[in-house]
């Protein structure tokens, strides 16, 4: 069974910095990604990276996130900088992994880490 292990979240005052990580039980996702949810709103897409090292951000979080990727340690990381209130939220790591013999997506998740930004 796959698993994704987040650590890093805490709370941290307007302006402040975090590092999110995400160990993985194994090396074989296509993608990695951090979703965060806030308490009444639906979980977005913050960040991605594909295993070539392809990053794509939501919007909101450009130039202030940057995630990375570690395939030797299949790790996964999100660093924040410039925090901001609104960025207060369960951060959660996702996997994909393609299934070349069943033409298909897997998808994994793991269990959330908090970020509170908060004077």
């Known amino acids: 069974q796959v698993q994704l292990v987040e650590s890093g979240g805490g709370l941290v005052q307007p302006g402040g910095s975090l590092r999110l990580s995400c160990a993985a039980s194994r090396s074989t996702f296509n993608i990695m990604a951090w979703y965060r949810q806030a308490p009444g709103k639906q979980r977005e897409l913050v960040a991605s990276?594909?295993?070539?090292?392809?990053?794509s951000y939501a919007d909101s979080v450009k130039g202030r996130f940057t995630i990375s990727r570690d395939n030797a340690k299949n790790t996964v990381y999100l660093q924040m900088n410039s925090l901001k209130p609104e960025d207060t939220a369960v951060y959660y790591c996702?996997?994909?992994?393609?299934?070349?013999?069943?033409?298909?997506?897997?998808?994994?998740w793991g269990q959330g880490t908090q970020v509170t930004v908060s004077s």
């Open positions: 996702h996997g994909k992994q393609w299934i070349m013999t069943d033409l298909r997506w897997d998808d994994y």
């Open positions: 990276i594909t295993n070539d090292g392809s990053t």
